[in-house]
T-cell receptor, first 110, second 112 residues
Framework: GQSLEQPSEVTAVEGAIVQINCTYQ??????LSWYQQHDGGAPTFLSY????GLEETGRFSSFLSRSDSYGYLLLQELQMKDSASYFC???????????FGSGTQLTVLP | EAQVTQNPRYLITVTGKKLTVTCSQN?????MSWYRQDPGLGLRQIYY???????DKGDVPEGYKVSRKEKRNFPLILESPSPNQTSLYFC???????????FGPGTRLLVL
């Protein structure tokens, strides 16, 4: 089966940098996505890595190492509004299904 | 405005009473899917559809049905709801299988 592991909680202060790790075990792996979800809201797409390396989008970057079955989301210059749950999701199979990790609750303190 | 809509947003029902949660997207997306979200378990895919009249099971399809008669609509049907189907449900769509998925606002379901 498919499984993804990520820490359940991370806490950091405003202005800091935080890294959320994700390890995965999937067959037919195509890439790793990251989604953000605020309390009571819908998940929203942040990034997608199909190839090894770092992808940067503003304050957020995402990294993938296919050989290590590992990825991370890097959030820089943290702001209070970044407090949310962050999910890694593996894209796999001929139907490119998304299998989500159980999520990391990020709390940004003032 | 490009969006995915779901109705109802909140629903309380009783065991065994059939219900349908509607999902509609106005982006002409081919790919649509349903997820349920439970505390500590993340989002789990129930069913997905790659195009009209093409549907397939996700990771947790038991107790659910779907249909895709039109490109824009992808209703989720619970023929005989049970308390273990109490959950937060999200519909999502994307242009193709590889594209970013856009999620609807969610439907909170309580089955008594």
């Amino acid at each position: 089966g498919q499984s993804l592991e990520q820490p359940s909680e991370v806490t950091a202060v405003e202005g800091a940098i935080v890294q959320i790790n994700c390890t995965y075990q999937t067959s037919g792996f195509y890439g790793l996505s990251w989604y953000q979800q605020h309390d009571g809201g819908a998940p929203t797409f942040l990034s997608y890595n199909a190839l090894d390396g770092l992808e940067e989008t503003g304050r957020f970057s995402s990294f993938l190492s296919r050989s290590d079955s590992y990825g991370y989301l890097l959030l820089q210059e943290l702001q209070m509004k970044d407090s949310a749950s962050y999910f890694c999701a593996a894209v796999s199979g001929s139907a490119r299904q998304l299998t989500f990790g159980s999520g990391t609750q990020l709390t940004v303190l003032p | 405005e490009a969006q995915v809509t779901q109705n109802p947003r909140y629903l309380i029902t009783v065991t065994g009473k059939k219900l349908t949660v509607t999902c509609s997207q106005n982006m002409n997306h081919e790919y649509m899917s349903w997820y349920r979200q439970d505390p500590g378990l993340g989002l789990r895919q129930i069913y997905y559809s790659m195009n009209v009249e093409v549907t397939d099971k996700g990771d947790v399809p038991e107790g659910y049905k779907v249909s895709r008669k039109e490109k824009r609509n992808f209703p989720l049907i619970l023929e005989s709801p049970s308390p273990n189907q109490t959950s937060l449900y999200f519909c999502a769509s994307s242009l193709s299988r590889e594209e970013t998925q856009y999620f609807g606002p969610g439907t909170r379901l309580l089955v008594l």
